[in-house]
T-cell receptor, first 114, second 114 residues
Framework: DAKTTQPPSMDCAEGRAANLPCNHSTISGNEYVYWYRQIHSQGPQYIIHGLKNNETNEMASLIITEDRKSSTLILPHATLRDTAVYYCIVRVDQGSGNTGKLIFGQGTTLQVKP | ETGVTQTPRHLVMGMTNKKSLKCEQHLGHNAMYWYKQSAKKPLELMFVYNFKEQTENNSVPSRFSPECPNSSHLFLHLHTLQPEDSALYLC?????????????FGSGTRLTVV
């Protein structure tokens, strides 16, 4: 699975959009981009995933560049409860609906401030 | 509550003790996973079970012994652990190992080996 690079930490003001970048320059055509977050002392929580199109759900938006070498997770109106470690993971699609295991990196610690 | 329940939440054990961690899900998922999260380290995948069969063991020492009696329950039996085994142990489940939507994690068991 391709390696991802994320900034170790970021701050965001409450109510503003949080934009979390991720570089995955060695991503392959059959690898999906996943985002999870882990609030202190809890298990990771799935946020969103995508292959090449931008995706949006009730939690966040995922913007993937056209060359797929980087992506940005957007939390449109960050709240204090969004303070967490955010993980960007690329995960291979082995075909026939079979994807590879979920391997976590160090992630980005997002601190939302009042 | 995520639908994946881990017990106990906290455990302190001596190096000569034998204890077990329990994970339970009633999400109808067929794949279950054990992860280890040591302080200031990324999550490490330990074991993967699919339809009760172990499909992956990531070179985990034999003092950790998993058991999956059915698709809803996963145990991690611990014996003669070392202080460096102190960590947050996380259980996760997914519809199957090829699940694209994502894993559901429990809140973890915080293990301290003294």
């Amino acid at each position: 699975d391709a390696k991802t690079t994320q900034p170790p930490s970021m701050d965001c003001a409450e109510g503003r959009a949080a934009n979390l970048p991720c570089n995955h320059s060695t991503i392959s055509g059959n690898e999906y981009v996943y985002w999870y977050r882990q609030i202190h002392s809890q298990g990771p929580q799935y946020i969103i995933h995508g292959l090449k199109n931008n995706e949006t759900n009730e939690m966040a938006s995922l913007i993937i560049t056209e060359d797929r070498k980087s992506s940005t997770l957007i939390l449109p109106h960050a709240t204090l409860r969004d303070t967490a470690v955010y993980y960007c993971i690329v995960r291979v699609d082995q075909g026939s609906g079979n994807t590879g295991k979920l391997i976590f990196g160090q992630g980005t610690t997002l601190q939302v401030k009042p | 509550e995520t639908g994946v329940t881990q017990t106990p939440r906290h455990l302190v054990m001596g190096m000569t003790n034998k204890k077990s961690l329990k994970c339970e899900q009633h999400l109808g998922h067929n794949a279950m996973y054990w992860y280890k999260q040591s302080a200031k380290k990324p999550l490490e995948l330990m074991f993967v079970y699919n339809f009760k069969e172990q499909t992956e063991n990531n070179s985990v020492p034999s003092r950790f012994s998993p058991e999956c009696p059915n698709s809803s329950h996963l145990f991690l039996h611990l014996h003669t652990l070392q202080p460096e085994d102190s960590a947050l142990y996380l259980c996760a489940s997914s519809q199957d190992v090829g699940e694209r939507v994502g894993y559901t994690f429990g809140s973890g068991t915080r293990l301290t080996v003294v």
